[in-house]
């Protein structure tokens, strides 16, 4: 079996490969908000018979990402929307409106975070209140979704968010004509830079990376405010309870940026390394070696909140 699965994941076809093991189904898909800014939604179900946990859990990528990055791991692993549904949690993981199965359209070069923003809460609004798990630009639009309507926020898992307050300059900005994609070199320097990334499998992992919009990637760094922390609404991080997680060889976004967001949000920045004993990571930490510990004490996380 884990040699078909490898096979598969060379071929770029592995979001499958979890609930095929399985005699009865266990993903759904659909749509939520209207076209061209539509969102594609697998929804993974907990298997009969196993306990359900009192809150669904939504997974949001980050820019250049889709939700393969939660489903399955560069080595054909499963990945954390598997191994949160194992342990009781229905989880959603979504494709941002205008990338990978969302579908990219003429509008996709104009899509900003409001339309991703927008399209989470029409699937909160079916779900009803639940966890956000936010990985990067991910973790940032987990944060304005609360702000809109943090009444459909149980509590949001900020991985590596991006910074919402000071301009990044480890990435620049992006033509507004053209979508941004990240190349081979650009990935191996962002991404895959830290010593428990799986080299091996960057090949595997590369091409699961898609274009997606400049204006949300504008956004991430700074350059426009699409987001920015409402200064107005920071209230809510009295209410709703945020695990905000880096990682100390994170070459996007570096610590001191995220934890000046952090700081303006009255939260408290938890390094990998420092603080959870679980040092030689980098920006994804969620595919890296040992990430399953990560989850683990994430989940750990979420139920006591």
Known sequence: ?????????????????????????????????????????????????????????????????TGTAWTTQPDGQPGWAPRFVDGGWPVYVVDWPGVGRSGFWPETLATGADNVVDALIALLERTGSAVLIGHSIGGALSFKVAEKRPDLVRAIV??????????????PTAAPDKPVIVTREVA?????????????????????????????????????????????????????PVLFLVAEEDRTVPNALSEE??????????????????????????????????AKRVQDWVAAK
């Open 1 to 65: 079996m884990q040699l078909i699965r490898k096979a598969l994941v060379s071929l770029g076809i592995c979001s499958v490969i979890f609930a095929s093991a399985h005699a009865e189904p266990t993903i759904r898909e659909f749509y939520v908000g209207t076209t061209p800014y539509q969102m594609y939604v697998q929804h993974w179900l907990v298997p009969s018979g196993k306990p359900v946990r009192p809150a669904p859990v939504v997974m949001i990528h980050g820019g250049v990402h």
């Open 158 to 171: 900020a991985l590596a968010p991006a910074s919402m307050e000071v301009p990044s300059t480890a990435v």
């Open 188 to 240: 191996l320097q962002r991404f895959a830079n830290s010593e428990l990334f799986p080299k091996a499998n960057f090949d595997d992992y590369f091409r699961f990376l898609v274009p997606y919009s400049p204006r949300i990637r504008n956004a991430a760094v700074g350059a426009n405010d699409e987001l920015k922390l409402d200064r107005k609404r920071l209230d809510i991080w009295k209410q709703v």
């Open 261 to 294: 967001t952090a700081k303006i949000m009255g939260l408290q920045q938890i390094l990998l390394g420092r603080d959870w004993g679980m040092p030689g990571h980098g920006h994804l930490f969620i595919i890296e070696k040992g990430n399953d510990a990560i």
